[in-house]
T-cell receptor, first 113, second 112 residues
């Protein structure tokens, strides 16, 4: 299977600061990557589709100005949570697709104090 | 956001028993994927299904793509303690960009 990495694995930040999460495809090129958010004991909710070289597509209800996505290369997508607040604390997971199959990164746990 | 109906929500089973879970939707999907997620980790792909009616096995796991393309099931035979975790189905659809909608999850606990 394809390998996806995320960095950092966990981060704690103060309210009002911005946090950047990186998602890398290690052994394949990903023109499209996906960002999900998962709250405790809940399923994965798609936040946005990250497209290499173009703007991301956000799901309904996800603020594009708050969750900035950049997909500058075929192996790297970044998600920046701007002006983070405690309610943004969650588990953020990215994925890349190979032949219609999604492979996930290990996730990043964000805690905003 | 949209989610698929997955059942059961949770289950306790004895080690050695078989387990069955399913996912249903009102929408048609082109692919179905099944994942297992351990606490604090990303989902790991178990089985991928690409064709209606397809039945695929991966060790003790067997999954089927429903003939109507609106459902899928996963069976685990002879469960072992390490099968504990949360299992998610995901239906894949192409509407411009290919993307997946996830099920609500089945939490499995195996009693030794």
């Amino acid at each position: 299977g394809a390998v996806v990495s995320q960095h950092p694995s966990r981060v704690i930040c103060k309210s009002g600061t911005s946090v950047k999460i990186e998602c890398r495809s290690l052994d394949f090129q990903a023109t499209t990557m996906f960002w999900y958010r998962q709250f405790p004991k809940q399923s994965l909710m798609l936040m946005a589709t990250s497209n290499e070289g173009s703007k991301a597509t956000y799901e309904q209800g996800v603020e594009k100005d708050k969750f900035l996505i950049n997909h500058a290369s075929l192996t790297l997508s970044t998600l920046t949570v701007t002006s983070a607040h405690p309610e943004d604390s969650s588990f953020y997971i990215c994925s890349g697709t190979v032949q219609e199959t999604q492979y996930f990164g290990p996730g990043t746990r964000l805690l905003v104090l | 956001g949209q989610q698929l109906n997955q059942s059961p929500q949770s289950m306790f089973i004895q080690e050695g028993e078989d387990v069955s879970m399913n996912c249903t939707s009102s929408s048609i999907f082109n692919t179905w994927l099944w994942y297992k997620q351990d606490p604090g980790e990303g989902p790991v792909l178990l089985i991928a299904l690409y064709k209606a009616g397809e039945l695929t096995s991966n060790g003790r796991l067997t999954a089927q793509f429903g003939i109507t393309r609106k459902d899928s099931f996963l069976n685990i035979s002879a469960s072992i303690p390490s099968d504990v975790g949360i299992y998610f189905c995901a239906g894949g659809t192409t509407s411009g960009t290919y993307k997946y909608i996830f099920g609500t999850g089945t939490r499995l606990k195996v009693l030794a």
